[in-house]
DNA sequence: ATTGACCCTGACATGATGTGAAGGTCCATG
DNA sequence: CATGGACCTTCACATCATGTCAGGGTCAAT
């Protein structure tokens, strides 16, 4: 197959296509005289759980876990649960910090009039000195395609 | 003050002061005969009003409207309000997309049975052909700080 | 032979942020 | 005065996933 019909059959566009391969989430894929990457039709499969993947927030490292253990017939699908589940736990993480941004924020607007006087403590609660939120207590991640 | 001690006195990396500036959200401070930034004490205050704006997810364009709005004595605050209003949305929203992909996760999780044999439901469901998430839906937007 | 659809590589851009280099300045101490 | 360390300057490169564009080759059908 070439690229543009593994693309059509995935939904992964050539250029991503090309991407995974540079970074190691592809393999090679033989080449035809031409030139042209010839993709066996494993690769649909491969790019489509790549995709589905990224699609449930699974950052590049995380791919890579998987599909290696994807690739060994062995392994115990225990190993597959743990990383499933630590990932689940991280998109909990940042949908609770999402959360609590909002509840911030709805406190300042819940000070605020909304109408025409100019007075505003959101505009006074942003300028006033606050604890920044501490940084060892998060994990700089990836961000789920489409999401932020 | 030199942007050491603004540095400090904000918790805002010089880097980012520099590139605050670049990008027009802080103004070009006076320079000092040997080229040093000069910053009023009025910096520190919109430099925490930007540092918060960010923690609280913000983009730079919602930033730099929120800046003139701040700028402007004569706003009616419901103008903020509005803009304020529409962002917790946006949390929102977000915030609920991850808890979509982690409830989808954890329905695959579910069905993995997590000992010793190889078969695992995770695995086979992350290859299978999925509905990718419709883009038509959703604003490709920053990323709050830390949060992804 | 021409045309349109396909493929190739390589490069630039995004956005917030870090890091590092190369060089000037300021001040305190010897 | 000289030296060192702490400070400042600009510029450039890296991240990461993704798009897009440019310049050039290829294939298939007319």
Redesign the interface.
Known sequence: MNIGQVSKAT?VSQRMIRHYEGIGLMPSPDRRDNGYRDYPSRSV??L??I???R???FSVDEIGA?LS??D???????E???I??V??EE??R??????A??G???E??AG?????????P??A??????Q??P?EL?V?????????
Chains 1, 2 share one sequence.
């Open positions: 939904g499969e491969r489509r759980f995709a589905n993947a699609d449930l927030g998987l253990l994807w060994d017939r062995e392994r115990a699908s225990s597959v649960k743990a499933a589940l990932h689940a998109l909990a940042k949908a609770a910090a999402l959360e941004m909002r911030t924020l709805l300042l607007v605020c009039s909304g109408d025409a006087r100019p007075d505003c959101i505009l609660g942003l300028a006033e000195e606050r920044r939120s940084q998060t700089a991640h990836r961000r789920p395609k489409e999401v932020m």
